[in-house]
C-alpha cells in the first residue's frame, strides 16, 4: 500500500497536508452532533461533551475504577503499565475485553452513534485503556499525533479514527489535564528516529520515537494556541487522530483518571506497519478482535445491576 503519510524515515521532520477528510458524513437534523458541535470538530479536532452521563452511570464507572486499581487476578499481566519511576499504575490496555462495564461503556450508543458520523462508517475497538494519573506521582504524556503511531507502528492506513476520553473525576486545570493544539489535526508532522524493536515495551511508559520536534511543536503552538479543556467526572473528551496532544505531570494531591476508547472505521483496517519490523501486540492495535460494534442503549447502571 501506498504511504501517504511517511514518518521515521528522513534525518528531517516535514509538515505534510492531511489527504483526509476531518468529518466523514454530512451534518443533518438526526445527527447526534448538532450543528454548531459538527462545524467545532471539524475546525479544531476535538469537542467536549459534558452531561453525557448520570450521577448513577459516573459511580458505577467510578467503582469499577478503584476496583481495577487494584489489579484483580483476572487481570492481564502484558496489559499492564507502571509509571517508570514510581511504579505506579499508570494505564490498562484492553480494558474494554478485561471488564464488562467498560465494554459495555465502548458499545455505549451515546459514544457509538458518535463516532460512527464522525467516521462515516461502522467502527471497532482499535484501543482501549484505563488511565490513572495519580496524586503527586502521575507523569507527564509528551506531545504527539496518536495517528504518527498507530501509522508507523500499527499499520493505520489513514486519518479514520477518533479517540474518546470519559472523565472518571473531575478534571481541573492544575491536576494535568489533557491539552490540545485546535487546528493542529489538519496537519501531520513527520518525526526522525528509526522505530527500535518493541518500541511499544518503552513507549507506554514514557515515548522518545514518534514525538515531533520542539521547533515544529513551537510553530504549532504559536499558530493554534494550546487548549486544556476541564469538566466534572463523566465528561467526554473527543478528539482526531491526528490532534496534537499531550498533558503535564500531576503534583497535585487531586488524581486524575479516564476511560479511553479509540473507535476506528471498519474500512480503515490495519496493514503491516509503514515504519517497524512488526506489528504492536494486540492488546495496543487491534488486529483479530475488530467485531463491529452494535450501540446498546440504555444506562450503564443497568450493566452493574444485571451482575
Known amino acids: 500500500m501506498t504511504d501517504l503519510y511517511p ?107 458518535i463516532a460512527k458520523h464522525i467516521l462515516g462508517d461502522e467502527v471497532y475497538i482499535h484501543q482501549s485503556r484505563l488511565n490513572y494519573k495519580p496524586g503527586f506521582d502521575g507523569k507527564e504524556f509528551y506531545w504527539h499525533s496518536d495517528f504518527e503511531t498507530w501509522h508507523t507502528e500499527d499499520g493505520m492506513p489513514r486519518m479514520r479514527a477518533i479517540s474518546m ?39 507506554l511508559r514514557k515515548q522518545e520515537y514518534g514525538v515531533p520536534d520542539r521547533e515544529s511543536l513551537a510553530k504549532l503552538a504559536e499558530q493554534h494556541g494550546i487548549a486544556a479543556p476541564t469538566g466534572p467526572a463523566g465528561s467526554v473528551v473527543i478528539f482526531d487522530c491526528n490532534t496534537m496532544h499531550g498533558s503535564n505531570g500531576n503534583i497535585t494531591p487531586y488524581p486524575r483518571a479516564n476511560a479511553f476508547m479509540v473507535y476506528n472505521a471498519e474500512s480503515n483496517a490495519l496493514q503491516a506497519p509503514f515504519a517497524a519490523q512488526t506489528p504492536r501486540p494486540e492488546f495496543i492495535g487491534a488486529r483479530e478482535h475488530t467485531e463491529r460494534l452494535v450501540p446498546v442503549r440504555g444506562s450503564l447502571a443497568e450493566q452493574v445491576r444485571a451482575a
Open 7 to 113: 514518518s521515521r524515515v528522513a534525518d528531517q521532520p516535514t509538515w505534510l497536508e492531511r489527504k483526509d477528510p476531518v468529518v466523514h458524513s454530512p451534518w443533518h437534523s438526526e445527527s447526534p452532533l448538532s450543528q454548531a458541535q459538527h462545524e467545532a470538530f471539524e475546525r479544531d479536532g476535538f469537542l467536549v461533551l459534558q452531561n453525557v452521563f448520570e450521577e448513577d452511570e459516573i459511580a458505577a464507572l467510578q467503582a469499577e475504577m478503584n476496583r481495577l486499581r487494584g489489579m484483580p487476578p483476572t487481570l492481564d499481566a502484558e496489559t499492564i503499565v507502571a509509571e517508570p519511576a514510581s511504579g505506579a499504575l499508570r494505564s490498562i490496555f484492553a480494558i474494554h475485553r478485561q471488564s464488562a462495564l467498560i465494554g459495555r461503556l465502548a458499545s455505549d450508543e451515546r459514544l457509538v452513534s
Open 165 to 203: 476520553s470519559v472523565q472518571l473525576v473531575d478534571n481541573f486545570e492544575f491536576n494535568g489535564p489533557l491539552m490540545l493544539m485546535p487546528g493542529s489535526h489538519k496537519t501531520y508532522v513527520t518525526c526522525v528516529g528509526e522505530t527500535p524493536e518493541d518500541h511499544y515495551k518503552q513507549s
